[in-house]
Structures are given as C-alpha cells and as structure tokens.
C-alpha cells in the first residue's frame, strides 16, 4: 500500500551556538590568517513513534531531531516507503492506508546542516500498521422497528461502530435494495430525503435502507446494515396547539373573562408522526381565518396581546420532508366581557342529598327553596345546577350576573374547591359573590385546623384564595359527630338565625355538624364577621365563634357562610338574605 498523508506539521528547530572568534587588542584578525577546519555532519535521532518492529495503528505520530556541534539544523531528508522530501518539522502525524488491515512501512530521517552536510546514517524505523475495519450501524428519530412504515421523506443516520484504532474521519454511503446502486461514498452521516434533497424522495412499497461505512484507512465494513421500511405516500404529520389566557388555563369550553388590561393568549405548537424517519420543514399558522405565514422552522410560539372580546380561531398546519401536509390543528376560544347585567345566579354545588330525608328529592327542594326566598324579595335570579349543566364558566354565562351565590346543601359533593380559578376571576373583574353550605372553606382548604392563612413559602393556592379573596386569616371546623349548631347570632346589622329541626338530615340530632369556623383577617377593614356560632349545650369550645363574614371592598364583594342556608328555618334565612343582598347591592 502507498503512504498517504503527512498531517498536521509543527515547526521545532533545532539551533546550534556559533562560536564567537576573540579579539586581541586592537588588532583584527584576518580571516586569511586562521586556519579553516572541515565541516562535521550533523546527527540524527527518532524521539518518539512505534518501537521498531512493532505493530502499531495506521494512524501514528512520530518526532525526531538533529543534532550540529559546528552548525546548525536546516532540515530533515525525510524518506517514508521510499518516498523522499525536505521539511523543516521535528514531527508529523502520518496516515497510511491499510484497507487489507497489516501492512509493513518503513521511515528514515536524515538531518541537513547549514552547509548542506548531510547524517550519513539516518535514523530509521520500521513496523507493521495494523486497521480494524468498522462496523455500521444506523439511528433512526424514534428507534423504529425494522419493517416501520416510513414516509416518502425520511431521515437516516449512518454511524461507525467497534473501531477503536481510527483516525478522525469516516466516509459513507448507502443504497435502496440489493439490487440498487451505492451512492457515492460521501463525508456526510445524515442522508435526507427530500423534496430539496439531491438524494429525492423513498420510492413507495417495500425496500431496504443498506449503509456502509469506510474509515479513515479506506477499510470498508464487509457487512453492510440492512434496515426494512415500508413506505407510504399517504401518511401524514399531525399538528397539535394549545393556549393560555394571561398564563392560565383557558376553561373547558376554552373560553376566559376579559380583563381591563392584558389579555395575553399565549399559543404554542407542536408536530407528531405516526411514521418513522420523518422530520418537519416548517409549520405555518393563521389567526381569525387571516392570510396564512409561510412555512418557518423558526416559530413554535407566539405570544398574541391586547386580545379583543370575541371569538377567535387559532390555526397550525405542518409540512414534511415530503412536502406533505398535517390536517389543520384549530384552537377557538372566547373572551367574555362581563356585562353582570342579568342579577343573580345560584350555582347549585351538589346532589342537594342532605337537602330531604331519604328518599332524598334535595335538589327539587333546594330549589324550591331559593326560589321562595328570593322571588319574596323581589330578585332576579337564575338558578345552574352543575350536575345537570357541567361546569360554569365564561362562556356558559357567568360574567353575566352581578352576583352569584355558590351553594352547597350537600358536602361530599361540593366542588367549590375545583373551580378557584374561576372564582378568581369572577371576582377580578368586580363580581359579587356569597359561599355558603357545608365546609366549604375547609373543602377548599384541604385540610383542617388551619391556623393561618398568611401567605408562606408552603402556601398553596387554594390556602392564598381563601386570604386573598375571602379575607379570612384562620379556619377550624366541628367533628362531624357534634351536633352542637342550633343557629346564628347576627353581627354587625345581621339579623339571628336558627336551625329549622324536621330538616336536620340526621333525624333526632338538636343541630347541624360539621360547622366551618373562622376567623377575620384583622388587617382588612373592609372584612366583618356576621355570624356567632349557638351551640345546643353552651360548649364553650365553639360558642359564640365566627360562623359568617363579609367583606365589602371597592374592588369586590364576598359573603361566607360556614354552614348551609337550606337547612335554616325560611322566614329568617329570608331575613338574613335579604340583609346579605342589600351588603351585595342587589336589592
């Protein structure tokens, strides 16, 4: 085999001193009148390299120097397999090829002095290069099985494998079954095909990928590797969007309220493959049914500001190597504006099962119940049943009441707790709104005692509504086996209330249980206590502990009650709300 390269020089040459002729006194010496001595050759010696007769890879380093006691280095002959040149470098980094694998070469180094003596013994070494041919094996985006189904574009990564003695470069190249033709051997890994490829698209039907790889030495892999694919021009990529309203979660509907400002729909796309190989070459949108982008690999995400109230569409489409097409992937949301021009609505939060004794009718007395009290006082109402209507939301109308009371006559039910974003956003945009039924704070809460809902490092968000919006600093609750609440001393202009008995849903009980206690945050002026717990037999642990309180601030308005309406004798239930409506600005 033939030598093949001599890489990466680097200069070290190697100075002799001169020596410096004396003067005596002050005469000169001519140079006629000293005797001229004979040049002595320089020497040569090999520092470092294979060991002589060794075997050793094909892709070596070796150094060398010389040596002039009367002179000084210019160079070195340099004879490698019989090749000949002059260098100035004390070392090089040689290729040889060995594509046969063990191969015999031979260098020698000859140093040349000043006056052009040249070592009449070069250094010499000899020693057999040796080359492991690679191995190859192939990566595919997703680890496909062998036999995937491909698209008509496709990407395959052609790897060197188990070929521990190579130099720095590799070439490859493939062909599409046996019987077709071998590329060119190119100094790419990645082989694409395209609509812009030069390599074109995958012919459809059943194929093989077959790639090889060669190594720096020109030894080829003997065994090829073979990947099946069986490819389809009809496959296509599947585009998905989605969107956040002002970094939160639009509601199931998709639809949000719309707020005085911000207003920001943050849109993010993705693309997917249900076949293998395949890569995207951009992906285009549209808004509100617009002109569409052109194709970009640059945008993922868009952030849309100022969003108008309305109804909107979102639209993506992707593209592949093949220049096919996704179906269009649509995100349509609304932003609301709350007119809260329509009075009251009453989001029945429940089954109503402790709202009549078993078999419990609960939601058809609930109703009925609500419905006395506030067609008396002359209310315009509506009333939502969550289980019979799904979740309220934007959309399904509840910016368009100025006040909504969320009941719960039935505690294991309550879904209160799952709904805080909406809650906090019906009361940012200045809505009203009266908690009242069975442990609904503690429900909230998640857990009970609380002693402070103070905000933390721990507090959840759930624990930063309840002191945020409801202005309440602490909460505890009854055990459910004391039936100790017998009703409610009014507080600040609030008039008492008290249990109606026959519709204790536990017959023979002298009050209600579980009962959320709480406390006011002392740091709002705006938030008042309301009601006082009365206990059945004076237990000092509960009486007289805050049951109800309102806040009634400039940005929002909020009525909590720890214990249910329903359950209250109607005549005073209808007093206390009336009370809470004239707080709230309804009546």
Known sequence: MKFLKFLNPRLRSTTAVLG???????????????????????????????????????????????EDGDGVIKGFNLTVDGQTFFTTNTDSTFKFTAANQDEQHSLSVAAVDNEDAVDA?????????????????????????????????????????????????????????????????????????????SFGLLPEGAHKFIAQVRDAAQAVDPTPVEFPIVVSGTVKPTAAVTALFNSQAFYEDR???????????????SVSYNYAGARSTGSRYRIDGGAWTNYSTE??????????????????????????????????YEIVTPTKDQGILVIDDGNGQFAGRPPATGD?????????????????????????????????????????IWASDEAPFAILQRQLQLATDYLNVGGKMWIVGWRAINQIAGTTPV??????????????????????????????????????????????????????????????????????????????????FNTFSGNAEYQDGIVGMKYLGTDFRVVVFGFPLYHLKAAEAQAATQKILQDLGEI
């Open 20 to 66: 410096v002729l004396a003067l005596a006194g002050c005469s000169v010496l001519d140079p006629a009148d000293s005797q001229k001595t004979s040049n002595t050759p320089p020497e040569t010696q090999i520092t470092s390299g294979p060991k002589q007769g060794a075997t050793a890879s094909y892709f070596v380093t070796i150094a060398w120097k010389g």
């Open 121 to 197: 013994s070069p250094a010499t070494l000899s020693f057999t290069a040796t080359n492991q041919a690679p191995n190859t094996a192939l990566e595919i985006e997703g680890n496909p099985a062998p036999g995937a189904t491909f698209g008509r574009g496709g990407v395959f990564k052609i790897v060197p494998i188990d070929d521990s003695d190579n130099g720095p470069e590799y070439s490859y190249r493939f062909k599409i079954d046996d019987n077709g033709q071998w590329s060119q051997w190119l100094n790419t890994e990645v082989i694409e095909f395209s609509t812009t490829s």
């Open 255 to 269: 639809s949000a309220f719309s707020f005085a400002s911000g207003n920001t729909v943050a849109v993010s796309w």
């Open 299 to 332: 945008v993922s995400s868009l952030n849309l500001t100022n969003v108008t109230p309305g109804a909107h569409t979102f639209e993506v489409q992707y593209r592949d190597l093949a220049g096919i097409e996704s179906d269009i992937a649509l995100f349509d």
């Open 364 to 404: 058809a007395n609930a109703d009925a119940y609500y419905t006395q009290i506030l067609t008396a006082l002359g209310a315009r109402f509506t009333l939502y049943d969550i289980l019979a209507q799904g979740n309220p939301t934007p959309k399904r109308g509840m910016g368009k009441y100025s006040t909504v």
């Open 451 to 532: 002693a402070s809902f103070a905000p933390n490092a721990n507090s959840t968000a759930a624990q930063l509504f309840i002191w945020n919006y409801l202005k309440i600093a602490s909460t505890r609750q009854t055990p459910g086996n004391v039936f100790e609440f017998t009703g409610a001393t009014g507080q600040n202009g609030h008039p008492n209330v008290n249990v109606d008995n026959p519709k204790n849903p536990i017959p023979g009980r002298n009050g209600l249980s579980p009962i959320d206690l709480l406390t006011v945050r002392s740091d709002v002026p705006a938030a008042q206590p309301i009601y006082a």
